[in-house]
């Protein structure tokens, strides 16, 4: 049975930052390309960011530049850093594992869900 647990997700201000951590257990960690997404209120599932098995990185242009995805194998972890946080990235952010030789860039990739953290950027 594989798990995602998230941590990290809060309450800040326009411009501040945070770190979403998502811890993967059931299975070995490396067997997964990892992923970002978020589901704001009356809104779709979206894509956020994605790392494959072996590090290679992409983001949707809107957090391009501003978040940044990372995984540590040793820990069975990753990372979503997000900086100059907007009131526009408020939503529910899910951490995703899929065994896809491809990027997590759509939910259909997604073979597993974290049950996901609470992100709020008051402006």
């Known amino acids: 049975q594989v798990q995602l647990v998230e941590s990290g997700g809060g309450l800040v201000q326009a411009g501040g930052s945070l770190r979403l951590s998502c811890v993967v257990s059931?299975?070995?960690?490396?067997?997964?390309?990892m992923g970002w997404f978020r589901q704001a209120p009356g809104k779709e599932r979206e894509f956020v960011a994605a790392i494959s098995r072996g590090g290679s990185t992409t983001y949707a242009d809107s957090v391009k530049g501003r978040f940044t995805i990372s995984r540590d194998n040793a820990k069975s972890t990753v990372y979503l850093q997000m900086n100059s946080l907007k009131p526009e990235d408020t939503a529910v952010y899910y951490c995703?594992?899929?065994?896809?030789?491809?990027?997590?860039?759509?939910?259909?990739?997604?073979?597993?869900w974290g049950k996901g953290t609470t992100v709020t950027v008051s402006s």
């Open positions: 059931g299975r070995p960690f490396t067997t997964y390309s």
């Open positions: 995703a594992a899929g065994e896809s030789v491809f990027l997590l860039t759509a939910v259909n990739r997604v073979d597993y």
